[in-house]
């Protein structure tokens, strides 16, 4: 990995001055947000729509009237100790600083609410900016106007119930179809296994609950601006199945038609293949690590 220099920058983020001078924000995490910022001013080559009996996208024709852009995503594979909590705060603040003054934070636990608040306020943010979404029922709306919308992968996965919106729903509905904020999947090794396939001890896996949800939620909001964020993100295939913003497969510069297609790939070249998929996209400016 270090010896593939990732594509020179022209992206300069809005961030105070104080971050720096005080020390608040490394060169290194720095570094993160100019490349996620970079990597997010794209889209992805072609047109594309929503199948809607799977969380899957397909590549359309330009003049079909529900094709649409889908934006590139980033990924932050920094290992423990990095700082990859105030790194994920930077890059919101910095498109909070831009005007997108909704995002969503995903992570593990609820008990990791208190590490975002921690990170968000270690880089000048207000730890009541950051809001737990189990705040609200289920059947509720969403009763702030800006700041950081705080949930679980459990929570996201939780499914419509008689007349009360799926959670997905819920969070769609406060952030809009067109939102062009930050989604900050932290912890996304949570999604691993998102289209199914996997091997097991008991033979082939099934989609996990979690992974579908969150290709679901990327789906829904194709002007989303999705940062990845996993210290095991190049370990197996399955823990890059839910990083459809990569263009790692299905667009017509993709270097693997389908998702299955990439899975079975990577399978037959293990860690060998996976850590070429990292130098790759690391070349192409999308992963640092």
Not at 91 to 116: H, K, P, T, Y
Not at 126 to 151: C, M, N, T, Y
Request: some cysteine.
């Amino acid at each position: 990995m270090a010896s593939v220099a990732p594509p020179a920058p022209s992206y300069r983020p809005i961030l105070p001055p104080s971050l720096r001078d005080e020390g608040r924000i490394s060169d290194a995490q720095t570094e993160t947000v100019i490349y996620a910022g970079e990597a997010h001013g794209s889209h992805l080559p072609g047109r594309w729509r929503r199948i809607e009996a799977l969380p899957e996208m397909a590549l359309a024709r330009d003049e079909d009237e529900d094709a649409v852009a889908v934006r590139r995503g980033f990924f932050l594979g920094d290992g423990t100790g990095c700082g990859k909590g105030r790194q994920i705060a930077a890059v919101i603040a910095d498109n909070m600083a831009q005007g997108r003054v909704r995002a969503l934070w995903l992570s593990r636990n609820d008990a990791l609410l208190e590490d975002a608040r921690r990170d968000w306020t270690a880089i000048g943010g207000d730890a009541h900016d950051i809001v737990p979404l189990s705040s609200w029922k289920q059947e509720e709306a969403i009763r702030v106007d800006r700041g950081v919308l705080f949930a679980t992968y459990a929570t996201l996965r939780q499914p419509a119930r008689g007349a009360r919106p799926s959670r997905l729903d819920q969070i769609v509905a406060w952030l809009g179809t067109d939102f062009d904020g930050v989604i900050a999947f932290d912890e996304a090794h949570a999604m691993a296994n998102a289209a199914g396939g996997g091997k097991g001890a008991r033979g082939t896996k099934k989609a996990s609950f979690q992974g579908m949800a969150g290709l679901a939620l990327q789906n829904r909001l194709p002007d989303a601006r999705v940062l990845y964020v996993s210290a095991t993100g190049a370990t197996s295939p399955e823990n890059l199945a839910y990083a459809a913003r990569l263009g790692l497969w299905g667009g017509p510069e993709a270097p693997f038609m389908s998702r299955a297609d990439f899975l079975e790939a990577m399978d037959r070249g293990g860690v060998a293949a996976m850590e070429l998929v990292a130098r790759e996209l690391k070349a192409l400016g999308l992963y640092v690590a």
